[in-house]
């Protein structure tokens, strides 16, 4: 029997199929997927090169390019707060209801199932490939990242000049080495 509604987090840095496969995935065990945009304080460095905003919108717009339906899922950003014994409570006040949690996350499925919530690994898909970490790697090396990532989030991230960016960012921490 289906779950009413389950919760996803990730980073999202930035959006890739392995991302998109899935939230498909996961949404044939629940009718309604709630996908938190983790560490949503986090932009302009080399791991978290992108904003909350600049993540939301990426995953929207994939997820209607994959014809994945609104009423599905719900998109939150989360900010992390440095307090793990109540992170789930911190959770639950910004997100709807959920009952079930996706993640591959050990600190993450650790603090649910200490709340008793039910807690599933969801499957990676290719992940040597695809990967936040292999898409940024791309980026700064100006390899092809764009078959990583569904159309509209290379789309967003060129409006954007993300690539300018993340190499900008790079040079910085480079220097402070």
Do not use: C
Not at 3 to 10: A, D, K, N, Q, T
Not at 33 to 39: D, E, M, R, T, Y
């Amino acid at each position: 029997m289906k779950e009413s509604r389950g919760l996803l987090i990730g980073r999202m840095q930035p959006v890739h199929h392995g991302h998109i496969q899935v939230i498909k995935q996961t949404l044939e065990e629940v009718d309604e997927l709630i996908i938190g945009i983790g560490s949503a304080q986090l932009s302009h460095s080399t791991t978290d090169p992108f904003t909350a905003g600049e993540r939301v919108m990426m995953l929207t717009k994939a997820l209607a390019e994959n014809n994945i339906d609104t009423a599905s899922y719900y998109i939150i950003p989360i900010q992390d707060i440095q307090m793990n014994a109540v992170w789930v409570s911190h959770i639950k006040m910004l997100t709807p209801p959920f009952g079930k949690i996706f993640s591959g996350n050990p600190l993450v499925q650790r603090l649910f199932e200490e709340e008793n919530y039910e807690v599933a690994k969801p499957p990676l898909f290719k992940r040597e490939k695809l990967s936040g970490t292999e898409v940024r790697r791309r980026m700064l090396a100006n390899e092809d990242w764009k078959k990583l990532v569904p159309k509209s989030t290379a789309e967003i991230i060129e409006e954007i000049n993300g690539i300018k960016r993340i190499q900008h960012l790079n040079q910085k921490e480079d220097s402070e080495r």
